[in-house]
């Protein structure tokens, strides 16, 4: 049976976004609620709903309109230390650590979760979702929209900082005969 998943990355936070800044995770501002309105009726028909655990996910999918279930499995991935800190930063004060963090997704300099890490949990959610779940939707960060994107073209982990996902973009993902496919749209 067949799976389509439509990932939405979610809302941005506004100011954040523009500072790079690990982990923020306000709600969206008002300019950011009325782009969340405009594509809702992009999401309709699914019979499961899923929302990452953080204040912005949640939100998004409410504003939505979507009776999300919390999955924790989509939560961002943890930046440690680093949660809080612009990359500007970072750049300035550890720039061995983020260099390495860059080039070597096992690596967690910052003491939290490797992109490596991130991107075998979200395939382990995507892998993990049943047959006969049939069309769901899922509001997550754009890294988890990355780490799905990662998965389903089987680029692994180090191809991860080559892919890039906007707040708010819609990703749609088919799974059949347990193999992932791309559904560009």
């Known amino acids: 049976m067949t799976v389509r998943l439509t990932l939405l990355a979610a809302a941005p936070t506004g100011p954040a976004v523009r500072a790079v800044r690990f982990g923020d995770d306000r709600p969206p501002g ?10 809702a009726a992009r999401l309709s028909g699914a019979r499961h709903h899923f929302t990452a655990p953080s204040a912005r996910c949640r939100e998004t999918a ?4 979507l009776p999300a279930a919390v999955e924790p499995d989509l939560r961002d991935g943890d930046m440690g230390s680093w949660t809080g800190r612009t990359l500007d930063d970072i750049a300035a004060r550890d720039p061995a650590s983020l260099g390495a963090w860059t080039a070597d997704p096992d690596a967690a300099p910052h003491g939290g979760e490797s992109v490596s890490e991130l991107c075998a949990r979200v395939a382990r959610w995507l892998d993990g979702l ?11 960060g754009p890294a988890v929209v990355r780490a799905a994107v990662v998965h389903a073209l089987g680029a692994g982990p180090g191809s991860f900082p080559r892919v890039d996902v906007l707040p708010l973009a819609v990703v749609r993902f088919t799974r059949r005969a347990g193999r992932w496919n791309l559904r560009l749209v």
Request: glycine share 12%; hydrophobic share 35%; aromatic share 0%.
């Open 62 to 65: 409410r504003l939505l309109g």
């Open 130 to 140: 049943p047959d006969g779940t049939g069309r769901a939707v899922s509001v997550a």
């Open 30 to 39: 008002e300019h950011e609620r009325e782009q969340i309105l405009t594509i």
